[in-house]
């Protein structure tokens, strides 16, 4: 579990073409630079860790590629001390991302295989979520709602309504909306009622399943 000065300097370029490809917000890319994106690989894999591509990990689900977490976190719009909910814990790489920033991070994840997995292993180098739930992300967390940001990280064939529900006046929901190519899709919550929506390309992800497994 080591991080050493190649790691950092892979991760510094990695840190560049993410700004070659539009990533402008400073506390995301200070994010990327700190998380040692290799230690949530199989060992193997470490020459994968830091080129912008999503990769395999357990249970047939991937780790999002590095463009994809820094666009959604960017979407996201949160801050030192923001609540947010995660949809899709997975390798936990996006959590990490959140938790580098301050955030207080909410996390869900369907698999038990990777539920079980990552919540031994984000403590275990440091990161700590708030909270680290096994359970279906189409009903979000209303026992910890409302959230300054929620974040889907798997692709989801509707937007589901409790997501919307859970968020506060001025938060935004990121989701990837579509079958087999989805459209990233930004929710800011205006009121009480009012939704306001804007839509930032495509991108593709593992589905969203319901239910867990
Ligand atoms: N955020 C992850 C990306 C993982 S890929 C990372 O940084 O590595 C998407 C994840 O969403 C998978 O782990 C998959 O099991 C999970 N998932 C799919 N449907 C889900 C659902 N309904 N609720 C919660 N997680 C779900």
Do not use: C, W
Not at 58 to 66: E, K, L, V
């Amino acid at each position: 579990m080591k991080d050493t000065f190649t790691h950092k300097g892979m991760r510094k370029k990695l840190v560049e073409t993410l700004v070659k490809k539009g990533i402008a917000n400073k506390e995301v890319l200070a994010a990327i630079n700190k998380v040692p994106r290799h230690l949530f690989m199989d060992s193997g894999f470490v020459d994968h860790a830091y080129v912008d591509k999503a990769f395999p990990i357990a249970a047939d689900q991937t780790i999002s590629q590095p463009y994809t977490v820094a666009r959604q976190t960017e979407l996201l719009d949160v801050t030192d001390g923001d609540k947010v909910l995660e949809i899709g814990t997975g390798s936990g790489y996006q959590s990490a991302v959140l938790l580098e920033m301050g955030i207080q991070v909410y996390t869900v994840e369907r698999q038990n295989e990777l539920f079980k997995k990552t919540s031994l292993f984000l403590p275990k180098i440091g990161y700590r979520p708030k909270k680290m739930v096994f359970g279906d992300g189409y009903k979000g967390l209303p026992e910890f709602a409302p959230f300054d940001g929620i974040v889907v990280t798997a692709g989801a064939p509707f937007v589901p309504k409790p997501l919307l529900a859970q968020l506060k006046v001025g938060g935004k929901l990121v989701i990837p909306v579509g079958d087999d190519v989805q459209i990233m899709t930004v929710f800011e919550r205006t009121s009480a009622k009012k939704f306001e929506k804007t839509e930032h390309g495509e991108f593709r992800f593992v589905p969203l399943l319901e239910d867990k497994n």
